[in-house]
């Protein structure tokens, strides 16, 4: 099914790997739950690396990061509870470093990229891989926000099927908490793209979808306090 994906984005990659890596990373991102974190996200992902390939010292570290950095993605751990990000960051990272045939510090820059998505606004590095890692970690982090400039029917789209990966949670709950995560991109005295050249392109329809979403999941949020019916602009 995603045979194109394979062909044009593993192949390159598959050898840093061990056999069967692709079918346990396909399916992960095939799993039935998913609704955002699909293939469709890690390919948008690896189209927007190709177009700032130009920025990267290392695209073939990048490119294993974006596609192992979803790899684990559960809402809720089998009790019921929720289950928070940084778990399912983890289990990721440790997900590639089971199956990376990478050594050394080739195999801990992956890793380490796959990390800082627990926390893209504070996301530092400890150690200088290689020369420009710094910048590429930076790059790395700003296309996986990128979701966030992209036009608004699009946006909209894909706060839906965020949704649907939290089907077990209640509107009230949900809303609450991705006002609360929105909110924390506005608030940030930290940049939203590090990158010069990311920030160009895509700070201010970004903040611009931030600052509308959240208007109007607040308005969904009052009018569900109040016993209305939800109604969206």
Request: net charge negative; proline share 2%.
């Amino acid at each position: 099914m995603n045979q194109h994906i394979k062909e044009r984005f593993w192949t390159p990659l598959e050898a840093s790997h061990q056999a069967g890596a692709w079918d346990i990373i396909d399916s992960c991102y095939s799993e039935t739950q998913r609704a955002y974190h699909t293939w469709a996200h890690i390919e948008a992902l690896l189209e927007r690396l190709g177009e700032f390939s130009d920025l990267c010292v290392r695209s073939d570290i990048l490119a294993m990061a974006i596609f192992w950095h979803d790899s684990v993605y559960r809402t809720q751990n089998t009790d019921g509870t929720p289950r928070q990000d940084w778990e399912n960051v983890y289990e990721s990272a440790e997900l590639f470093r089971h199956y990376t045939l990478l050594k050394g510090s080739d195999a801990d820059a992956v890793y380490d990229l796959i990390m800082a998505t627990a926390n893209h606004l504070d996301g530092r590095i400890e150690t200088h891989y290689y020369a420009g890692f710094a910048d590429d970690l930076d790059l790395f982090l700003d296309l996986d926000l990128s979701f966030l400039a992209v036009p608004w029917d699009e946006f909209l789209e894909g706060l839906a099927r965020i949704r649907l990966e939290f089907s077990s949670t209640t509107d009230a709950t949900f809303l609450s908490r991705q006002i609360h995560i929105l909110s924390n991109y506005i608030k940030s005295d930290k940049p939203l793209y590090r990158r010069i050249e990311t920030s160009e392109r895509w700070s201010a329809s970004a903040v611009n979808n931030l600052r509308r979403c959240i208007d109007e999941l607040q308005h969904i949020v009052a009018e569900l306090k109040s016993g209305q019916m939800p109604t969206t602009k």
